[in-house]
């Protein structure tokens, strides 16, 4: 299955993608994810994202587009992947429909998660991240069992730097300007379905694989 997540900021697509990329065995691809683990390396890349990434501004198209066809064309996703942060404009979702045409592998849907404004900003907030295995947590819908303390591997719990108010504020307006319009994009190609983002976790999840007829 090869599966695009859209939705606001918050909206739960890391949470929900790491889910179905268990549930379907395909890899989870996360744009952010990739972005972040390269401004930790101190790499050029992660050099050249890091301005934008702070000020909830996008990365430019031209480096997050050759970053995802360098991905795409590793050996694990053959078998399918979930793409989760990408595209996010649509000169992103032309250059992607490009690429995955050489590759003959089309995108089979594109879930739209939908949540309310105000639910988005209480989940940034909250959020917390574990900074050796990427496990999500929110100190009041999912809090660790020990604060500051991951569950999985005992990893430092960290609030990203673009998870504070004003980088909140400037993110949702991107959202709004830059990305939103592709939920028309993928419509007009039959491949969207909407879901709703609202409920705990392990509803998100038997919602979206409904959706996808799994
Ligand atoms: P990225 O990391 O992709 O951030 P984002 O799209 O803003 O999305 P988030 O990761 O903030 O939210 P999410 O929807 O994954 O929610 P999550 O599951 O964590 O991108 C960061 C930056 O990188 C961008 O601003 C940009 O600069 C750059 N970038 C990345 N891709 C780019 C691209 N393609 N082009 C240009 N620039 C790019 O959940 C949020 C919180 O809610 C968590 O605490 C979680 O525990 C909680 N939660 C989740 N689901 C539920 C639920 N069902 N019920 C209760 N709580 C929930």
Known sequence: MRLILLGAPGAGKGTLAKELSGALGVVHISTGDIFREEVAAGSELGKKAKGFMDRGELVPDDVVIGMVRQ???????????????????????????????????????????????????????????????GAIYHVDNKPPKQPGVCDVDGGELYQRDDDKEEAIRRRLKVYAEATAPLTAYYQQKGLLKSIEGVGSPAEVLATALKALGK
């Open 71 to 133: 991905r795409l064309a590793r050996p694990d996703c053959a078998a399918g992947f979930i793409l989760d942060g990408f595209p996010r404009t649509v000169p992103q979702a032309e250059a992607l429909d490009a690429t995955l045409q050489e590759m003959n592998a089309p995108i089979d849907s594109v879930l739209d998660i939908v949540v309310p404004e105000e639910t988005v900003v209480r989940r940034l907030s909250g959020r917390r991240i574990c900074r050796t295995c």
